[in-house]
Nanobody
Framework: VQLQASGGGSVQAGGSLRLSCAAS????????MGWYRQAPGKQRELVAN???????NYVNSVKGRFTISTDNAKNTVYLHMNSLRPEDTAVYYC??????????????WGQGTQVTVSS
């Protein structure tokens, strides 16, 4: 299963961006979708995720500003980012987990998309 992420870019503080990540391949079921980020010199951290039951989880620093959503028909996950801050600057990675049509599990990562927020 391959993921294609898009939507990163440069924005001023207070601005908005939307990231998209589409999965392709022999997908039977998706169990969870999420977004992670890694800033220079820091470890990768979970930003937000959503399960097949629509349960969501956000890191405290983005609560109330970011929203994760999905289009299940398109096997796509979005991250809507509002009120962006310079500390949100990072490479953002999508992650999707599930099962293929031959019932093997997959845990796939997107290629990373840069988000830069200037003050």
């Amino acid at each position: 299963v391959q993921l294609q992420a898009s939507g990163g870019g440069s924005v001023q503080a207070g601005g908005s961006l939307r990231l998209s990540c589409a999965a392709s391949g022999s997908i039977l079921r998706i169990d969870a979708m999420g977004w992670y980020r890694q800033a220079p010199g820091k470890q990768r951290e979970l930003v937000a995720n959503i399960t097949s039951g629509d349960s969501t989880n956000y890191v405290n620093s983005v609560k109330g500003r970011f929203t994760i959503s999905t289009d299940n028909a398109k096997n796509t996950v979005y991250l809507h980012m509002n009120s962006l801050r310079p500390e949100d600057t990072a490479v953002y990675y999508c992650n999707i987990r599930g099962r293929t049509i031959i019932y093997s599990t997959f845990d796939s990562w997107g290629q990373g998309t840069q988000v830069t927020v200037s003050s």
